[in-house]
């Protein structure tokens, strides 16, 4: 069974930064590709960004284009999420989740098979 530990989370100001990290605890981390979602409250769970095994390809949802990154070190096991000029609308519970596959093949959350979790961000305005 895969296991997956978010870290990072916390209150900040619009317009500050957090890094998100996701440590997974199998050898096989970087067969596969690895994602980040987040839900608030009253909403269904939405995505955010992934990336493939190897760090070579990347999604971002559009509301975060620009500002966020994803970005991975298969030799620690870890997948990371850079957030940059955080606003309310970022506030949520965010999760990282594994794929069963290599490649981004789609960015719904049924088809990533293990998840953490989660890590609250909370942005005050």
């Known amino acids: 069974q895969v296991q997956l530990v978010e870290s990072g989370g916390g209150l900040v100001q619009a317009g500050d930064s957090l890094r998100l990290s996701c440590a997974a605890s199998?050898?096989?981390?970087?067969?596969?590709?690895m994602a980040w979602f987040r839900q608030a409250p009253g909403k269904e769970r939405e995505f955010v960004a992934a990336i493939n095994y190897s760090g070579g390809s990347t999604s971002y949802t559009d509301s975060v284009k620009g500002r966020f990154t994803i970005s991975r070190d298969n030799a620690k096991n870890t997948v990371y999420l850079q957030m940059n000029s955080l606003n309310s609308e970022d506030t949520a519970a965010y999760y990282c989740a594994q794929a069963e596959s290599g490649n981004i093949v789609r960015t719904i959350s049924a088809a990533w098979k293990y998840w953490g979790q989660g890590t609250q961000v909370t942005v005050s305005s």
């Open positions: 199998e050898r096989t981390f970087s067969w596969y590709a």
